[in-house]
């Protein structure tokens, strides 16, 4: 059962992080994982119940929440790109 609830989240926590702050529709959710519109909405509904995303009108919700393992992963993101950015900038000659 762990398993299910974990892939569950990390599923959630992946559209969350694709559509922070923005309006989505389950058809956004639903192209951007590759599933049905029904299953999209069973998402929306538990973002809704987590209160991670709220309804804007008739079929747009609006992703407001990021968990902590979110926040992490964009954590560990820039932090890549920064390491990137100073092995480049080691190899990029100056002027002076």
Known sequence: MRKIRSTKY???????LRFAGQKVTTRDIAEFLGITRRQAQTIIN????LKAA???TWGIYRIEFMDKKCWEVVLNILRYIG??????LK???TFD
């Not at 990390?10 to 969350?16: A, K, S, W």
Request: without cysteine; aromatic residues 4%.
């Open 46 to 49: 538990e973002l809704v119940k």
């Open 54 to 56: 709220e309804k804007e």
């Open 91 to 93: 190899r990029i000659r």
């Open 10 to 16: 990390n599923i959630i926590r992946l559209v969350l």
């Open 83 to 88: 390491n990137y950015i100073e092995e480049e």
